[in-house]
């Protein structure tokens, strides 16, 4: 038996055995961290950059840009590092708490965001004569400052509520990062049914979030259908789906992330899920964001085009 004042790291659990497929999985990874890091910031760089692009709808999925680094850069390195190194050590303090702490905080703040954005595109379309009114320049910052907060908050309950459990059931994490059901089946104190008290209203929060971004879309494809132009229709389409992909792909894997029965569990389809919501989003995000963008694929054109001129 042990606990939690003895354990000073945790092991987590590898991809693959092998030592040719481990480093196969590392630079599998490092390919998708590489995508994420280029679309991200070349999202960041262009909203930045193009005065056009200085509106609500671009302001947020600038914030969104940098969660998905955030996020990916939380995980994907320190599971590279172990593939590349043939280890599955992550220490207690130094690593473990602080990578569960991040990984909450810019999860969280994601999905609030996600629902900002969908009262953006509700404001936007329902009601486009006070767009200006409703999302001004300082509306915008606050709701992008109280996601953050909020998803800070969050992280901080979460952490410090699961680092204070007693743990006694060993070291091994059953996932590639520190999360935290995984700790939580090393507890063995009932005070455990705080953090599962935690974990539910974190769920009725995030519902209430998914029942607005629902019901924003309901209306907001109410509205479009009823615009009389063809290009009007697919001029709001285009704004809307991106979003609407990425919020789908996000509470899609995510859900069942933490919402699966556990008959249906098992380490692989553990690993192959915590990918699906923690890797693959902040990877694809970008790609899905500029495809049905005509404005960001110009604006983007246009500073590649000035950075080749330059040279």
């Not at 553990?270 to 923690?278: Q, R």
Request: proline residues 4%.
């Amino acid at each position: 038996m042990s606990n939690s004042s003895s354990i000073t790291q945790f092991l987590l659990l590898p991809f693959i055995d092998t030592r040719e497929l481990q480093l196969l999985h590392f630079w599998f990874f490092l390919g998708i961290y590489l995508a994420a890091l280029l679309g991200n910031g070349l999202i960041i760089t262009t909203i930045a950059w193009d005065q056009h692009l200085h509106t609500p709808m671009y302001f947020f999925l600038l914030n969104l840009a940098l969660l998905d680094l955030g996020c990916i850069s939380t995980t994907v390195p320190k599971s590279m590092a172990n593939s590349l190194w043939d280890t599955r050590a992550i220490s207690f303090w130094g690593w473990c708490a602080t990578q569960l702490f991040l990984f909450v905080f810019l999860i969280s703040a994601e999905f609030y965001l996600l629902t900002i954005m969908s009262y953006d595109r509700y404001v936007a379309i329902c009601k486009p004569l006070h767009y200006g009114t409703l999302l001004g320049s300082r509306a915008c910052v606050h709701m992008a400052a109280a996601a953050w907060a909020t998803g800070f908050l969050h992280a901080l309950l979460h952490t410090a509520n699961t680092f204070s459990l007693p743990l006694c059931k060993g070291n091994a994490l059953g996932q590639f990062f520190c999360q935290t059901p995984q700790i939580l089946k090393l507890s063995c104190s009932h005070s455990y049914l705080r953090e599962l008290g935690l974990l539910m209203f974190s769920a009725f929060l995030g519902g209430g979030c998914f029942v607005f971004i629902v019901v924003s879309y309901v209306q907001i494809f109410r509205a479009v259908l009823r615009i009389p132009s063809e290009q009007g229709r697919h001029k709001a389409f285009s704004t809307c789906l991106p979003h609407l992909v990425v919020v789908s792909l996000f509470v899609s894997t995510a859900m069942f992330a933490y919402m699966k029965p556990s008959s249906v569990s098992s380490p692989s389809l553990d690993l192959v899920v915590s990918v699906l919501y923690s890797v693959v989003p902040p990877a694809v995000n970008p790609l899905i964001y500029s495809m049905r963008n005509q404005e960001l694929k110009d604006a983007l054109c246009k500073l590649i085009s000035l950075c080749f001129l330059k040279q």
